[in-house]
């Protein structure tokens, strides 16, 4: 007789508690309503001179701001590509040179060799494969720069174009 009186205490006491839960969740849900929304209305076509207004003035606001005291990094490239023309009057051949996939240290390395020798030279890639396009009037002398990448563990095949 006592499990049931438990059992039919524990009953009410769990239906009262649910009662009280779904009233506060029904209670808290009405507190909260959705905004209303309006619609992005777009500029009627006829009305073209506020549009070009707006632009001048923009652009005004944007040159009267005042100097910033920042300034984005930014990196600095300069390109020079060896041409032809350049070429024939140096009296100069090509040659292509592979040195394979490299590390940007390594890269570094091909650029202080040949600016310290004097030798003009372009890259481009194939892949992972870096080619470098070198202008020069001595190949023995670009077969003596180029062993020198030995002592940076850049290994190069060489090609006459």
């Known amino acids: 007789m006592q499990i049931r009186v438990l059992v039919a205490i524990f009953t009410i006491f769990t239906f009262i508690m649910l009662f009280v839960l779904i009233r506060n969740y029904s209670d808290a849900m009405n507190l909260y309503t959705i905004p209303d929304v309006m619609p992005y209305n777009l500029v009627d076509d006829n ?12 652009i005004e606001k944007l040159s009267m701001q005042s100097d910033v005291a920042y300034i984005y990094p930014a990196s600095e490239m300069q390109v020079r590509l060896l041409s032809d023309a350049n070429i024939q009057k140096e009296g100069s051949s090509i040659f292509r040179v592979s040195v394979g996939v490299i590390d940007d240290y390594q890269f570094f390395c091909i ?3 040949f600016m310290s020798h004097k030798i003009q030279y372009s890259y481009y890639k194939v892949g992972d494969n870096i080619w470098l396009v070198v202008s020069t009037k001595d190949e023995k002398y ?17 090609t006459k174009s």
């Open 47 to 58: 009305s073209t001179d506020s549009v070009v207004s707006s632009g001048a003035s923009w």
């Open 111 to 113: 650029n202080q060799v």
């Open 142 to 158: 670009l077969k003596q720069v180029l062993d020198e990448l030995a002592r940076y563990e850049i290994s190069y095949t060489m």
